[in-house]
């Protein structure tokens, strides 16, 4: 029986999200802004609070780390849904071909069932959608698929701390910074080592000009670019022995 348009788009959108409609649901997009809210705005209130005023250094910082706890949850779905991801990632590129569409663009427009807002299978959604421009996270043997595991499981209490850090100066300045050098390193690091091992590998073969500056660095620049704030910030908590380079 030859299938009608209605059901192909609604096909679509149910697997985009790994299942069928449950309840309520919303963009994929607005629900990652949602917990990007709740997870940015207690540190963002707290400073206001305390200070009257929001500095750019602090936000810029306070925003990234809720973004990188965002990210390490993406990544433990990463690990726990691997074999899920390499099996996802086709049907993401199979849904290029048919529509065109970037299946990052697609993931973020899907809309997501809030009962299932936190579902290791829906999220690692990201992976399989992003494979399409560096399908190492296809291969659990590759650079990128093993860095950002590690990422997922061993820098949210660091990310945790220092935030906290940040927000309520609970620790003399010179403890974190120190341990914002060694955190804020290893991003830099581990970013610079992924541009490298993406470029030596030559995953940019396949992808046009303008998807390498979309997806591979303008989605990864902030790894590289926040940790050179964080550094600077986490030297002069060091050397002043305060948090004034945060601006209290």
Known sequence: ???????????????????????????????????????????????????????????????????????????????????????RARYWRQRRNETGRSPVL?????????????SLTVWANVWAAYAEYDDSYMDRRSYGFNVDVANGFATPLPTLALYAAYAFEFIPAFAA?????????????????????FAVAKRYARLSGREICIYILAMNSGWILCPILGLFVSIDLIVSGSYSALGY
């Open 106 to 118: 697609a993931f973020v427009l899907s809309r997501v069932p809030l009962k299932r807002a936190f």
């Open 1 to 87: 029986m030859t299938r009608t348009r209605a059901q192909t788009t609604s096909d679509h959108t149910h697997a985009a999200a790994g299942q069928g409609q449950q309840g309520v649901a919303v963009p994929a997009g607005v629900l990652l802004m949602l917990i990007l809210a709740v997870l940015a705005l207690p540190g963002l209130a707290a400073r206001y609070w305390t200070d009257g005023h929001l500095s750019l250094v602090y936000s810029i910082l306070c925003v990234f780390f809720a973004v990188n706890l965002l990210i390490c949850w993406w990544e433990v779905c990463l690990y726990f849904r691997r074999d899920y991801i390499e099996k």
């Open 177 to 197: 910074g120190i341990l914002g050098t060694v955190l804020f390193w290893q991003w830099l690091y581990m970013t610079s080592a992924y541009f490298l091992s």
